[in-house]
């Protein structure tokens, strides 16, 4: 249908290097001198020992009980996630921690022979030693894990109550890879940090569906708009991202009370990439659109290449000193071979971004949008997950907050028999990293199915709300870039003219598909 929108409406316009001494590290990616590639929560605090914070999400939720009375430990220290990627050829491994680096030193040790479930596999089932050798802190982990043991008993003052003051905590990794017996070292840093560092921001990221296509369907789009607008506006969020806020764009806006800070609209189909960031009393800097180099379909796979689909970054002021870069994106829809394609070049594109931007000034990171791309679905030999999250350090809201940091495993989601569209690893998502001396914390994710006064749904996306703590820590870098607002060309009438042939040759270079289109539409 869309594809079709798109056509009808663009005629009628037309008519380093580490060392084994023992060293500390902040960074949530790393390779050691050997090549493990060590991943794990760049932060760890101490308020959290102390205070005893924790999420009210039930999967986080750990009690336990001593004889000072109940207490929790939160998911940030308990839960720890950590993965180690050793080398093809390794057989066993032993993982251990310390308080003070040299005595003391408790963890778990697993080899090949003994502990096969931890190795990749053949094609006759028998460990496979070519692969590297991915080992995450899973469920069934945990169970052989004295690391847990580590928060409950080793960090626990016996003697004086609470928890023994500590400011790092001590790694070695001790492995036996092609028969060489290799050790290496690693600390993580204990943060302080005061609750009056720590801010709330309500993120949400909605497609809100503003094809004008009223007329062919009888959608009442300019009404749509109008209720998506009151539902942002309502529910207190602090950051708003669209997709697909084109040609109704006033009706969006026209009910966003308190939604202060807006970035320049684009325009309308044709031209207008319906990209746009609001915030609540957060200024937005540094406004960038960037179109996608590859896109797939004019007539046919979605018509992607009809608008200039692709992202736009913001920076945007949290307060307190604390600024984010922000990235609202769209990428090709459809599942045809050339879609895929074009989806994993836009990945790519918009990853060499972020790593440029990230290597000028270091700060937190959110890229959300429409992905038109599951996890579950293995796209392009996980062509998300190596390029966004291996490669940039970003990670996923909804598989951190509700299925256990595990980018893999969703079998459990299947058995439930709901789609996973709007409900579950769906399209609409929420990728973040901590950066600048802020870490950046998923307190919450949840998808709504947004609807209008009547209870009917309003568009064919569900909205994505994650709600972000932004914790400063004694690591704090101050923002030195300059900052600026800009105002976006576009909308105007030569760029609109322009627009409108370039949408019109498109169209005419790929007639061959249009009975492919016809069909199609039945």
Not at 242 to 247: A, L, P, S
Request: hydrophobic fraction near 35%; include cysteine; charged fraction near 25%.
């Amino acid at each position: 249908m869309k594809k079709l929108i798109c056509l009808v409406l663009t005629l009628i316009m037309a008519l380093s290097c580490f060392s084994i001494i023992p060293f500390s590290v902040s960074a949530a990616s790393f390779k050691t001198e050997n090549g493990v590639q060590v991943e794990m929560a760049p932060f760890l605090y101490k308020s959290t020992l102390y205070q005893m914070e924790f999420p009210s999400h039930q999967s986080y939720e750990i009690k336990e009980k001593s004889n000072e009375g109940d207490y929790a430990i939160s998911r940030e220290i308990n839960d720890l996630a950590y993965t180690f990627i050793f080398p093809a050829g390794t057989t066993k491994i032993e993982c251990k921690v310390s308080l003070d680096g040299e005595n003391d030193w408790r963890g778990f040790t697993v080899n090949s022979t003994n502990h096969p479930n931890y190795w990749e596999k053949d094609a006759d089932g028998n460990v496979d030693l070519t692969k590297p050798l991915t080992f995450r802190r899973d469920e069934i982990t945990a169970e052989r894990d004295e690391y847990g043991v580590l928060y409950r008993d080793f960090l626990k003052d016996r003697n004086a109550g609470g928890f023994r003051d500590c400011d790092k905590i001590n790694w070695r990794l001790t492995y036996i890879c092609n028969s060489e017996e290799i050790t290496e070292y690693f600390d993580i840093k204990l943060y302080d940090y005061d609750n009056s560092e720590k801010q709330l921001v309500k993120a949400v990221n909605f497609n809100v569906a503003g094809l004008p296509f009223a007329a062919l369907t009888g959608e009442n789009v300019a009404a749509n708009q109008q209720a998506a607008g009151k539902y942002l506006s309502q529910n207190s969020f602090d950051i708003v991202a669209v997709q697909e806020d084109f040609n109704y764009h006033n009706n969006l806006i026209e009910g966003m009370d308190g939604l202060n800070y807006m970035t320049n609209h684009l325009g309308n189909i044709p031209g207008g990439d319906g990209l746009n960031v609001f915030t609540r009393n957060m200024p937005v800097y540094n406004e960038k659109r960037v179109a996608w180099k590859d896109s797939s379909g004019i007539l046919s796979d979605g018509s992607d290449a009809l608008t200039p689909k692709g992202f736009i970054y913001t920076v945007i002021d949290i307060g307190n000193g604390i600024y984010v870069d922000f990235y609202n994106l769209h990428s090709d829809a459809y599942g045809g071979a050339d879609s895929v394609a074009a989806r994993t070049s836009q990945f790519r594109q918009l990853a060499e971004f972020i790593k440029a931007r990230s290597a000028e000034n270091d700060r937190p990171v959110i890229v959300t949008g429409d992905f038109n791309y599951h996890l579950h679905s293995r796209e392009d030999n996980y062509s998300l997950y190596n390029i966004l999250y291996v490669e940039c350090g970003l990670k996923d809201a909804w598989v951190e907050y509700h299925n256990n940091g595990d980018y893999f495993n969703m079998h459990d989601w299947h058995a439930t028999g709901i789609s996973s569209w709007g409900n579950w690893d769906s399209v609409e998502r929420f990728m973040y990293k901590s950066g600048g001396g802020v870490d950046l914390v998923v307190e919450d994710f949840r998808y709504t199915n947004v609807k209008d006064d009547s209870g009917k749904v309003i568009s064919d996306h569900a909205a994505a709300e994650c709600d972000f703590s932004f914790i400063k820590t004694e690591d704090f870098i101050p923002n030195t870039q300059e900052l600026h607002t800009v105002t976006t060309s576009g909308d105007s009438f030569i760029y609109r003219i322009t627009w409108i042939l370039k949408a019109l040759l498109m169209i005419f270079s790929d007639l061959k598909n249009l009975p492919e289109l016809l069909k199609e539409l039945g």
